[in-house]
């Protein structure tokens, strides 16, 4: 099994909500990575997950609150968001965050605030 | 700041051609230079990458040149088909540790688009 699952596919929320994004890996990857892709643009790296602790933040606004609760779980609290953080979020996996592990990518959340 | 960008953003073949998509780098540090294909409502899928200590690596039906001399990098597509129509980004990634482990940086991305 190969397999990243997101969820939600969509999620419309408005700028006083809280809601969180789920990601899951069962492939027995110590590696969990947060991405943000705006409508035709690259991927943009949010964070990264090592053994269940937090590696990688990459000066991410705190109304983005990242958790992994176990090595098959990531999450992605969002609280106050701004219409500019619509967007396609992916969250992608590796055996270990060594560069010569590929990185296995989600479908995504399509995220519209309003 | 360093980047990894390309130089065409997009490509139009006709089925059946080869394809080569082009990716400029500035970091000369990274280990890994990733091909990756993106089609529209999917995450990004891994197609190939290649270790910075090689400058060729082949697989089925594409080939990945490295040309550490003037930092580009190329993806060649042999027999295009319209089922390969996507976007194609280059990414690199940093192995040696640091602040950077671990980080993947993608490139802007071409989008290709195959005729029958």
């Not at chain 1, 090592?50 to 176990?70: H, Q, T």
Request: include cysteine; glycine fraction near 8%.
């Amino acid at each position: 099994d190969t397999e990243v699952t997101q969820t939600p596919k969509h999620l419309v929320m408005g700028m006083t909500n809280k809601k969180s994004l789920k990601c899951e890996q069962h492939m027995g990857h110590r590696a969990m990575y947060w991405y943000k892709q705006k409508a035709k643009k690259p991927p943009e790296l949010m964070f990264v997950y090592s053994y269940e602790k937090l590696s990688i933040n990459e000066s991410v606004p705190s109304r983005f609150s990242p958790e992994c609760p176990n090595s098959s779980l990531l999450n992605l609290h969002l609280h106050a968001l701004q219409p500019e953080d619509s967007a396609l979020y992916l969250c992608a996996s590796s055996q270990e965050v060594a560069a010569s592990y590929e990185q296995y990518f989600g479908p995504g959340t399509r995220l519209t605030v309003t | 700041g360093e980047s990894v960008g390309l130089h065409l953003p997009t490509l139009s073949v006709q089925e059946g051609d080869n394809s080569i998509i082009n990716c400029a780098y500035s970091n000369s540090a990274s280990d890994y230079f990733i091909w990756y294909k993106q089609e529209s409502g999917k995450g990004p899928q891994f197609i190939i990458d290649i270790r910075s200590n090689m400058d060729k690596r082949q697989g089925q039906r594409v080939t990945v040149l490295l040309n550490k001399t003037v930092k580009h990098l190329s993806l060649q597509i042999a027999a295009t088909q319209p089922g390969d129509s996507a976007v194609y980004f280059c990414a690199e990634k940093w192995g040696a540790g640091g602040t950077s482990y671990g980080k993947l940086t993608f490139g802007q991305g071409t989008i290709l688009t195959v005729h029958p």
